[in-house]
């Protein structure tokens, strides 16, 4: 795998800050020219639904390719996914969840489970994590399981939890959420926790920014909107 | 009523000019020969029965095993070759197992049904290969939809859910005899006791090899899991079963004789 990463002609640092230290941020690891999605992405359950947040940034180095991306796919009715990580990979991984979940439905004749989008993803990004360079959070509502939230960071281990936070932005904001967060919050509050802690990531990372996209997803649908400055 | 082949007979691959594959007729019959396998959906959850003929005195009652579980939530019965019978379970264990894994849920149960009837078909059209002599009755428990459910997946591929079924030498007039039931209140203790009967009704002690009796269950005791039923209530059938094959008996005597 070493081999043909610099068969790829990725820059040899690249390839020796993966080795060494995969917890440095993600702009030295994407290839030349590659468009990254320096990002901070979050989600959080509540009772009868999730909100997903993310902010709408998406960088090449310095310049700003994109200041109003939408980095919450839709995978299905009411399962979402923040992407992070390089925008290309992550578009790919959401396709191929997208069809994968669209035929299982077809076949199972109902609504898929959020645990299943949140499989689909971990195996693509498991087996294919030497080429992939993806971090994302799956969430939804489903009627066996109500509102939940998985993790899969850069490995592809897959985590389900209360909430999760995601992206370069991230880093600066654990000791915030984890602060702020408390079991069993109202729509309401989760909105509020979701709002301020992304602000707080977007004024501290340069390659997070722009504006804060909103989506609620419950048993009543998928409720969107974006929040300026 | 049996046509001859005739020539359309010698592979899978050939049709006959009245439409029939007799390749796909012929693993059939040898179901058809086979002991006989009950199984039936109740209230409370779903019973199979497979009357196990003992080929020697020697073996061991508990080889010879005919029922087998796939995953946790479902679980099959074999009827007609053995052997044929142990291909189809592995790959259904094989197929749940996999699905699993990608989808993070257990396999519905009519989505295994459906992979194993392509499977099954498979081999009804390829030259190189032989259909399955077999039929497998499943058992399976659906999580999403809360229910118990029957199918029974026959040689030519095509899998059907039922809510009794009956293969082999006795299927005929254990359907009549499943018919009579009201399922919809039948239980699965009483439901065991019932096909019991009906394998001792249709098993002629002249003509077949002795046998033992062997039950699976899935219900609301075990958890929804496909299980063995214990050996007790596999005796308080058995023993239950005799008795009434006996008084049935005694009442034909009583009837000739009053008559």
């Known amino acids: 795998a070493r081999d043909r990463r610099a068969a790829d002609a990725a820059p040899p640092r690249a390839a020796t800050m993966m080795e060494a230290a995969p917890t440095v941020a993600y702009d030295g690891m994407l290839r030349e020219g590659e468009v990254s999605t320096g990002t901070t992405i979050m989600a959080v359950a509540y009772d009868g639904g999730v909100v997903m947040g993310a902010d709408s940034r998406v960088s090449t180095g310095t310049y700003i390719a994109n200041r109003v991306s939408d980095k919450v796919s839709g995978l299905h009715d009411k399962i979402f996914m923040c992407r992070s990580g390089s925008a290309a990979d992550t578009q790919a991984i959401s396709d191929y969840v997208r069809h994968y979940l669209s035929t299982h439905a077809l076949e199972v004749g109902k609504p898929p489970l959020v645990k299943t989008a949140a499989a689909l993803a971990k195996r693509i990004c498991y087996t294919n994590k030497e080429q992939l360079l993806a971090g994302v959070i799956i969430a939804g509502y489903d009627e066996a399981d109500g509102g939940s939230v998985y993790v899969i960071p850069l490995g592809g281990t897959c985590l389900p939890v209360p909430f999760a936070i995601g992206g370069s932005g991230s880093t600066y904001i654990y000791g915030h959420v984890d602060n702020q967060y408390k079991a069993g919050m109202s729509l309401a509050e989760c909105k509020k926790f979701v709002t301020e802690a992304v602000t707080r990531a977007m004024a501290r990372d340069g390659s997070s920014g722009g504006i804060i996209r909103l989506v609620n997803i419950s048993a009543d649908g998928v409720d969107r909107e974006y929040l300026t400055v | ?259």
């Open chain 2, 1 to 259: 009523m049996a046509s001859t082949g005739a020539g359309y007979d010698l592979s899978p691959t050939t049709f006959s000019p009245d439409g029939r594959i007799f390749q796909v007729e012929y693993a059939t019959k040898a179901v058809e020969n086979s002991g006989t396998v009950i199984g039936i959906r109740c209230a409370d959850g779903v019973v199979v029965g497979v009357e196990k003929v003992m080929l020697s005195k020697m073996l061991l009652p508990s080889s010879n095993r005919r029922v087998a579980t796939v995953a946790p939530h479902c679980g099959v019965a074999q009827a007609g070759l053995a052997a044929d019978g142990r291909q189809v379970v592995a790959r259904a264990r094989e197929e749940a197992d996999s699905y699993e894994d990608t989808f993070g849920i257990p396999i519905p149960p009519k989505v295994l049904a459906q992979r194993l009837g392509e499977y099954v078909h498979y081999f009804t059209i390829h030259g190189a290969l032989r259909p399955f002599g077999a039929a497998t009755m499943v058992a399976a428990y659906d999580d999403r939809e809360k229910t118990h459910q029957l199918y029974v997946l026959e040689p030519n591929g095509v899998c059907l859910r039922y809510f009794g079924a009956a293969l082999g030498k006795g299927r005929q007039s254990a359907k009549s005899e499943i018919e009579k039931l009201d399922l919809t209140k039948l239980t699965c203790k009483e439901a065991i006791k019932q096909i019991a009967k009906m394998i001792y009704t249709t098993h002629d002690e002249s003509k077949d090899k002795p046998f033992l009796l062997e039950f699976a269950w899935l219900c609301e005791e075990t958890n929804w899991t496909y299980q063995l039923v214990s050996q007790d209530l596999v005796d308080e059938a058995d023993a239950w079963a005799k008795k009434e094959l006996e008084d049935d008996d005694d009442d034909d005597d009583d009837e000739e004789m009053a008559s």
